[in-house]
Structure formats: C-alpha cells, structure tokens
C-alpha cells in the first residue's frame, strides 16, 4: 500500500522531533485531508445543476423534513449561520426553487418551502448525488464502510457532546 500525505507529513515530524506523539494527526490529518478533497472535488452533481454544496443542504432540508421551516431551523439542520441561510435562500429564491411566506402572527418570521421546481430538483439530484458519493467510496468494500461509519459516528457523537454541537 502507498503511503499517503499524512503519513509522509508524520514521518517528517517524527524525524525532527522522535517524541513527539503525532497519533492524533494520523488521524485528525486524515480526515481533514479526506474532506478538503472531497470539497474540491465538489460533487459533480450538484455542481451540474448550479448548485453548492451548502445550497443543496438548505433544499434536503425543507425536502426530508417535509414541512415549511423557518430561517433558524434551517440553520440549526445545517449547521449554518443565520447570515449564511439568508444569502443562501435569497439565491435559491431567485431561482424559483424556494418560496418564503410570512408569519401570520409575526411579521418578522418566514417560513420556507420548497416549489414544485425544487422539489422536483431535490427529488432528482439525490440520486445522482448518493450514486457519486458511491463511486468516490468505491475503494472501500462494504464490511470496510460500514466500519469507518460507525467508528466516525462515534468520534461525531464525542465531538458534538464535548464542542456543544449536539442537535436537539
């Protein structure tokens, strides 16, 4: 097996410095590098209907969770900022895929929707979406998979408890 970026990086500290414990970047180096990639990569999908990533999240959302959602809900089911939401919603208004409706006893909230264009894009973009995130997987085989997901389901399980991160 070769030798990946992170193991070469460990090796070089572990040349200059032999006691230097450098276990956590093993792996902590490898999941960022995992995800910046993967960034880069910017699903191919999402990127052929004009979509990012961020904006593809904000339509899932109002999609699996099959009810309008506020501005604050959306942010808690992303991860997002509120500013963040707003840009994004405004962009994807602008496209016809979302509809905003006021709050009928107050004036300052909005629900969010999808249209039947966004539904319809949501409904055909997921597929497409999973099926490429199947291929960049596809180096791994199913037992392999299935253990990476559990184990990172635990470091998020830890992460979110320690950092506050823990959805509801």
Same mark, same amino acid.
């Given at each position: 097996? !070769?030798?990946?970026?992170?193991?070469?990086?460990? &090796?070089?500290? @572990?040349?200059?410095?032999?006691?230097?414990?450098?276990?956590?970047?093993?792996?902590?180096?490898?999941?960022? =590098?995992?995800?910046?990639?993967?960034?880069?990569?910017?699903?191919?999908?999402?990127?052929?209907?004009?979509? !990012?990533? *961020?904006?593809?999240?904000?339509?899932?959302?109002?999609?699996? !969770?099959? &009810?309008?959602?506020?501005?604050?809900?959306?942010?808690?089911?992303?991860?997002?900022?509120?500013? +963040?939401?707003?840009?994004?919603? &405004?962009?994807? @208004?602008? =496209?016809?895929?979302?509809?905003?409706?006021?709050?009928?006893?107050?004036? =300052?909230?909005?629900?969010?929707?999808? !249209?039947?264009?966004?539904? *319809? %894009?949501?409904?055909?973009?997921?597929?497409?979406?999973?099926?490429?995130?199947?291929?960049?997987?596809?180096?791994?085989?199913?037992?392999?998979?299935?253990?990476? +997901?559990?184990?990172?389901?635990?470091? %998020?399980?830890?992460?979110?408890?320690?950092?506050?991160?823990?959805?509801?």
């Amino acid at each position: 097996m !070769t030798d990946d970026i992170v193991a070469s990086v460990v &090796r070089q500290w @572990q040349t200059v410095n032999p006691e230097l414990d450098t276990g956590p970047m093993e792996i902590i180096g490898r999941i960022n =590098r995992c995800a910046a990639l993967l960034q880069q990569a910017e699903d191919a999908p999402l990127r052929s209907a004009g979509l !990012t990533r *961020a904006e593809f999240d904000l339509l899932g959302a109002v999609r699996r !969770t099959d &009810r309008e959602l506020t501005p604050g809900e959306l942010a808690r089911e992303t991860f997002s900022s509120g500013a +963040a939401v707003t840009k994004r919603l &405004r962009a994807l @208004q602008d =496209r016809a895929l979302v509809e905003r409706r006021g709050d009928d006893r107050d004036r =300052r909230v909005a629900h969010v929707r999808l !249209t039947d264009e966004g539904r *319809a %894009l949501v409904d055909r973009l997921l597929p497409e979406q999973l099926a490429y995130e199947r291929s960049v997987l596809a180096g791994l085989d199913q037992p392999g998979r299935d253990e990476l +997901a559990s184990r990172l389901s635990e470091l %998020l399980v830890q992460l979110e408890g320690r950092l506050g991160g823990a959805r509801r």
